[in-house]
């Protein structure tokens, strides 16, 4: 069975400040995806890692992918208080195109 | 519409009664999907559609859930005799599809969300 873990589950981080999330997975996949969810919102897609060593950036985030590791971090670079929500990383199944999902990460930026 | 829409945004029952969820996917999306997302639990996969027909079924939690999909298009999903466990948010997303058979060669899954539908059962 597919398994996604997400690390930190909670961050709290000041403005300014550079943190990294950790996303393992525990069977092989190519496909790894970045959501972002707000508040009563639903998932916002972020970003697509396709193969191993995919990096994309957008913002003050940037993704990476580490098909080898099993591993993708998601990389906030001087954090601001609008990237305060929920992220999620999502690993598309072997077996089919479902997701497994991460518990996500959520983000708090304090002043 | 251009994104994922689903009805109703909110739904109460009480414990035992019958709820229908409605998902209308992104125009052309040929791939749905149900998803739930509760606390304990946090996002789980439900169901798969490819056009009308569901390849995978393997998330949903029992035999009283059932999902259909007709004309390719919009989708329902039926709890019947709903348990207060079942209480989450249920969302939706489409994608364009999966086409050719071969992983190697089929296009990405990117897949777009709806804003839910939350079920609450008293």
Known sequence: ELKVEQNPLFLSMQEGKNYTIYCNYST???RLYWYRQD??????????LLSNGA?????????????????????????????????????????GYALNFGKGTSLLVTP | GAGVSQSPSNKVTEKGKDVELRCDPISGHTALYWYRQSLGQGLEFLIY????????????????????????????????????EDSAVYLCASSSGTGGVERRVRSYNEQFFGPGTRLTVL
């Open chain 1, 55 to 95: 990096v994309k950036q957008e913002g003050r985030l940037m993704a990476s992918l580490d098909t080898k590791a099993r591993l993708s971090t998601l990389h906030i670079t001087a954090a601001v208080h609008d990237l305060s929500a929920t992220y999620f990383c999502a690993v598309e199944r072997n077996s």
């Open chain 1, 39 to 48: 508040p009563g919102k639903s998932l916002e897609s972020l970003f697509v």
């Open chain 2, 49 to 84: 559609f490819q056009g009308n027909s569901a390849p995978d079924k393997s998330g949903l939690p029992s035999d009283r859930f059932s999902a259909e999909r007709t004309g390719g298009s919009v989708s329902t999903l039926t709890i019947q005799r709903t348990q207060q």
């Open chain 1, 28 to 30: 092989t996949s190519d």
